[in-house]
C-alpha cells in the first residue's frame, strides 16, 4: 500500500480524493464544476492511470442524437411548402410551366417528387399540357405545419435523441441532403473501485510534487522540503518505434550488397518478353509443359514481340531441331518462329541471364539480378502467381561444378544457413544441374536450383567458358530468415508487423 500510494501522481491523488467525496463515481464534467479540476483530459489523464493501477474504473456510453444541418432549405422552406403555397396562390390549379417559373432553379423538379410522394398534389393531363391541382391532403398542408417541418423546428432548439426521434422522418431527412447531421455524445463516467477506496482510506494526502530537478533548487536547499514524484518503472509506457523501411526491402539491399561486395555486376531486363529469349535461347523445347497455358501467362496485347536478328533466330532454329555445331542431336521436329515470338510475363529471372550473356560472352564475367518473375500459380501458404529470384552467372576459364557450389555455400553462409545440401537436378538449360537445400527448424528445405548452362545455350553468342548459372527463391529465402509460415504474410501492409519487425 505504501508503494502504490507514493507511486501515485498528484492528480492521481486529487482524482481519487475528489471521487471519494462525490459517493465513489462522477463524470468528468462534474468533476470539473465540483471538485477543482479545469479541463476534461486532465481528468481523463488521471482517470487512466488509476485504471491501469486498478484503482479506478472508466465508463463510457455513446448516445446518438441529431441535429441540423446546413442546407438552405431548412431556413427558405422546404420544397413542396413552397409549391403547396403556389399552387394555392393560383387557385389550387397550376400548368407545368407556371410551376417552372413559381420554383426557379430546378426546384420545381424537386418540389414535384415530394407532392407526389406525400400526396399533396395529383398531376393530370389537359391536352397537351400537364396540371397541379391540389389533393386534400395538399389543401390541409396550407392549415397545419407538415411532420417533418415539426421535426425540423424541434432539431433547431437543439439535438434531438435518437430514441426520442422519428425513424421516418430521420430517413427522409438523410435523403435529402445536408439537413440532418448524426451528433453523437459519449457520457463518461469515473469509478472508484474496492482496492482504490483502500488507498483513500489508508491516509491518502494531497500534497504539492516536483518531477523536475533544477540547479536553483539544489542551490537553496529547498529540496530538503520538497516532495519529489517517485516513478514507477514497471508501469505501462507507450512502446516508441524507430522509423525503418520493409523488411523485404531490407533483405534486398542486404543480398544486392553482398553480390557486390563479391565483385559481381547487377543485370536487369523488361517484365514483358518473347518466348524467344525466355524459352527457346534457354533451348527449353517447345513442347516442354511449362510452355502450357496453365503455368505461363501469355499477353493478348501485345500478342507477340518480333525478334529482329534472323542470324540469331537461325542458330536458335537449328540448335533444337538437330543440335546445330555443338554435337547434340537437338529436340527433333520442327521448331515454330511464330511461337517462339509470342509474347508472356517473364517466368524466370534466367532471361536476365542470357540476355546479358549476348551482350557481354567474353570471361571473365560475373553478374546477378534480383527480379520480380511471373507464373500461374495458385495463391497458397507457400506460393504466389507473383514472386521473386535470385538469379546469378559467372563466367570463368577455370569455373566448374565445385566452383559452382562453393558460391551457393558462401551465399547462404553470409545469409546466416551454414548447413546445404546439394543433389541432382533436371534444367533444359544446365547440365549438370543441381538444387540446394538448407536445413532449417530441423528440416531440409530446397530453395533454388543451379547448374552450367549447356553449350546449346551459349554457343550462338560465341561463349568460349563454362558459364555457372542459378536461381534461388528469394520469398522462401525471406521466410525461413523469419519464421514465417505463410507466404503472403511478407506482402500485407500490416504497419504492426512492420515496427515490430527486427532492423536486421
Not at 166 to 174: A, T
Not at 237 to 261: C, E, G, H, N, W
Amino acid at each position: 500500500m505504501k508503494n502504490i500510494i507514493e507511486e501515485l501522481s498528484y492528480n492521481e491523488v486529487k482524482l481519487l480524493l475528489a471521487l471519494d467525496a462525490a459517493g465513489g463515481k462522477a463524470s468528468p464534467s462534474t468533476l470539473i464544476e465540483k471538485h477543482n479540476f479545469s479541463v476534461e483530459v486532465e481528468v481523463m489523464g488521471a482517470a487512466s492511470w488509476l485504471e491501469s493501477k486498478g484503482l479506478a474504473k472508466i465508463s463510457e456510453e455513446t448516445i446518438l442524437s441529431y441535429a441540423t444541418g446546413e442546407d438552405p432549405a431548412i431556413k427558405n422552406g422546404l420544397p413542396e411548402r413552397k409549391a403547396v403555397e403556389a399552387i394555392n396562390a393560383a387557385g389550387g390549379r397550376m400548368e407545368m410551366s407556371e410551376f417552372a417559373d413559381a420554383l426557379p432553379g430546378g426546384e420545381d423538379k424537386i418540389a414535384i417528387g415530394w407532392l407526389k410522394r406525400k400526396g399533396l398534389a395529383d398531376i393530370t393531363k389537359n391536352g397537351n399540357s400537364s396540371i397541379l391541382s391540389l389533393t386534400d391532403k395538399g389543401k390541409e398542408a396550407l392549415k397545419s405545419k407538415l411532420p417533418v417541418e415539426i421535426f425540423l423546428e424541434e432539431l433547431a432548439k437543439g439535438p434531438v435523441p435518437d430514441t426520442d426521434a422519428d425513424k421516418v422522418l430521420v430517413k427522409e431527412l438523410k435523403g435529402r441532403g445536408d439537413m440532418i447531421r448524426d451528433a453523437s455524445e459519449v457520457l463518461r463516467e469515473i469509478s472508484i473501485t474496492e482496492k482504490g477506496s483502500e488507498v483513500v482510506k489508508s491516509g491518502l494526502e494531497l500534497r504539492e510534487e516536483t518531477t523536475d530537478i533544477t540547479d536553483q533548487l539544489i542551490q537553496s536547499g529547498k529540496w530538503k522540503e520538497t516532495k519529489f514524484r517517485r516513478y514507477d518503472v514497471k508501469t505501462f509506457a507507450p512502446a516508441v518505434y524507430p522509423a525503418k523501411r520493409s523488411p523485404i526491402t531490407r533483405l534486398t539491399d542486404q543480398v544486392r550488397q553482398m553480390f557486390l561486395d563479391m565483385g559481381f555486376t547487377e543485370m536487369t531486363s523488361e517484365y514483358i518478353q518473347p518466348s524467344f529469349w525466355n524459352m527457346d535461347v534457354l533451348f527449353t523445347p517447345q513442347d516442354h509443359p511449362a510452355r502450357d497455358l496453365q503455368d505461363t501467362f501469355y499477353l493478348e496485347r501485345p500478342s507477340s514481340i518480333h525478334e529482329d536478328d534472323d542470324e540469331l533466330v537461325e542458330k536458335v532454329k537449328r540448335l533444337h531441331e538437330d543440335g546445330g555445331d555443338t554435337g547434340s542431336c537437338g529436340w527433333g521436329g520442327e521448331w515454330s518462329r511464330e511461337f517462339s515470338e509470342s509474347a508472356i510475363l517473364r517466368t524466370h529471372s534466367t532471361v536476365s541471364s542470357i540476355r546479358y550473356i549476348a551482350k557481354n560472352p567474353k570471361a571473365p564475367c560475373k553478374a546477378f539480378s534480383i527480379s520480380r518473375i511471373f507464373r500461374k500459380e495458385s495463391i497458397d501458404s507457400t506460393h504466389l502467381p507473383e514472386f521473386t529470384q535470385i538469379e546469378g552467372i559467372v563466367i570463368d576459364e577455370n569455373a566448374n561444378f565445385n566452383t559452382l557450389i562453393s558460391i551457393i555455400r558462401e551465399f547462404y553462409a553470409r545469409m546466416g544457413f551454414d548447413q546445404v545440401r546439394i543433389r541432382p537436378a533436371y534444367f533444359p538449360y544446365t547440365e549438370p544441374s543441381l538444387e540446394l537445400e538448407v536445413f532449417f527448424n530441423g528440416k531440409w528445405m530446397e530453395l533454388g536450383g543451379a547448374g552450367i548452362f549447356r553449350p546449346e545455350v551459349v554457343a550462338p553468342f560465341g561463349v568460349e567458358h563454362p558459364v555457372l548459372a542459378w536461381g534461388f527463391g528469394f520469398e522462401r529465402l525471406a521466410m525461413l530468415k523469419w519464421n514465417i509460415k505463410d507466404i503472403r504474410e511478407l506482402y500485407i501492409s500490416d504497419i504492426d508487423n512492420l515496427r515490430e519487425s527486427r532492423i536486421f
